[in-house]
């Protein structure tokens, strides 16, 4: 079974996650919210990094918990950051819960965050590859820029679009691709 030419075969982890995860659509708020600060970790590291951390990430972040995550203080903060398990990094812990808010606002306003996102993708579902940006990406890095989110440029975006289904990106010769054009 020939899998996209990124996934690392020896890492049970990423296998898992392209075979059920990247590019099935998922329009969850919570599932939309936990990929999104995933993402924003991502800046300048590795994907892989960043899966292979996903489980201390959710038991540090509240198992994603939107609430929970908008609440949190600096004692929290410091928590976070004494967690060698996940991305130690303070710019991006504070930017997290200050873009768990500016979600929560986008969700009140369009009941959904996947309503926001459609406003942008009309609901359709893109398929191309051997991309890191496109029109589509670059709209929503720039709205959500205004809004006031950080780490959320157009290539971090373009990746979170893939990862949630809206981008379909598996390689031709991938067999998820063949499987989910047919």
């Not at 659509?25 to 919570?30: G, I």
């Not at 819960?97 to 009309?122: H, Q, W």
């Not at 609901?123 to 029109?135: A, C, G, S, V």
């Not at 709209?139 to 990862?163: C, E, H, N, P, W």
Request: some cysteine; glycine content about 4%; hydrophobic content about 35%.
């Amino acid at each position: 079974m020939k899998r996209c030419k990124w996934c690392n075969l020896d890492n049970p982890i990423y296998i898992k996650y392209h075979d059920e995860e990247w590019g099935v659509p998922n329009f969850d708020d919570k599932y939309l919210f936990e990929m999104l600060i995933l993402e924003s970790f991502q800046a300048g590291l590795s994907w892989e990094c960043v899966l292979n951390k996903r489980e201390s990430f959710r038991k540090a972040y509240d198992n994603f918990n939107l609430d929970k995550v908008c609440s949190y203080d600096d004692e929290k903060v410091k928590e976070l950051l004494e967690n060698k398990d996940i991305i130690r990094n303070k710019l991006k812990i504070k930017v997290s819960i200050s873009n768990a808010n500016i979600f929560r606002d986008i969700k009140n306003e369009y009941g959904s965050f996947y309503n926001y996102l459609k406003v942008f993708t009309k609901d359709k579902i893109i398929y191309e590859t051997d991309k890191t940006t496109n029109d589509l990406s670059d709209a929503i890095s720039k709205d959500l820029k205004k809004r006031g989110m950080k780490f959320v440029g157009s290539t971090i975006i373009y990746s979170y679009l893939q990862a949630i289904g809206i981008i379909n990106s598996h390689d031709k010769e991938c067999y998820f691709y063949k499987k989910s054009i047919n």
